[in-house]
């Protein structure tokens, strides 16, 4: 379980195929003490929650299944990419964000971007199945980070929902989402209390 606040940003080094299988080693360089890291930890790359496999200074190693990679963006990355990092979240911490679980729902992209004031206004275009667990003043994690809803609009296309978000500096400086171009595939998790929501309300009918 994370809190979608991203405390490093990774760089891919190494996307190594794995013969037995479709699956993928993924290993990214971090500025991170990965000392105290033990393997099997969990890490919540670009939102989608990974288990350390292997690790050397400075540098986290993953396996992604075939599943993975076909439903997140990982099957997009190549060396170099930079991708937002977060620890799991030990009982104590402080949750600065919202709870996130790095189980992504599905991929959206940023339709649109633009100034406003001091701050940057993104339209993420989602799937339109995944729109009903969004509302406005409420989190969304996308590429692991939390964010709050400023807007649910209809999207560019018939079958997706535009989620409008601002980040400030910090967080345009601490995250990828400030050097992201539209266009660009993003993972999505929606607030798992709006899904228990939803649930309940199925079965209340």
Not at 61 to 90: I, M
Not at 94 to 112: C, F, K, M, R, S
Not at 179 to 202: K, S
Request: with cysteine; hydrophobic share 40%; glycine share 12%.
């Amino acid at each position: 379980m994370f809190t979608g606040l991203i405390t490093d940003i990774g760089v891919v080094r190494a996307l190594i195929p794995l013969s037995a299988s479709a699956d993928q080693r993924i290993e990214i360089a971090t500025a991170w003490d990965v000392g105290p890291i033990a393997e099997g930890a969990s890490i919540a790359c670009d939102g989608c929650c990974l288990t350390v496999v292997a690790k050397s200074e400075g540098v986290l190693a993953f396996q992604a299944s075939a599943e993975t990679l076909d439903k997140t963006t990982l099957g997009d990355w190549r060396v170099g990419r930079r991708v937002n990092l977060e620890r799991s979240l030990r009982l104590g911490d402080e949750l600065g964000g919202h709870l996130v679980y790095g189980h992504v729902d599905a991929t959206g992209i940023l339709a649109n971007r633009r100034p406003d004031s001091g701050s940057q206004r993104l339209g993420f275009a989602i799937p339109r199945g995944l729109g009903r667990f969004v509302a406005t003043k409420g989190s969304i994690a996308i590429d692991g980070v939390s964010l709050t809803v400023n807007g649910v609009d209809p999207g560019p296309a018939a079958d997706q929902t535009l989620v409008q978000v601002n980040i400030i500096p910090h967080t345009q400086k601490l995250t990828t989402l400030g050097e992201m171009d539209t266009g660009r595939r993003v993972n999505v998790e929606v607030d798992m209390l709006a899904r228990y929501v939803a649930r309940l309300q199925e079965t209340d009918r």
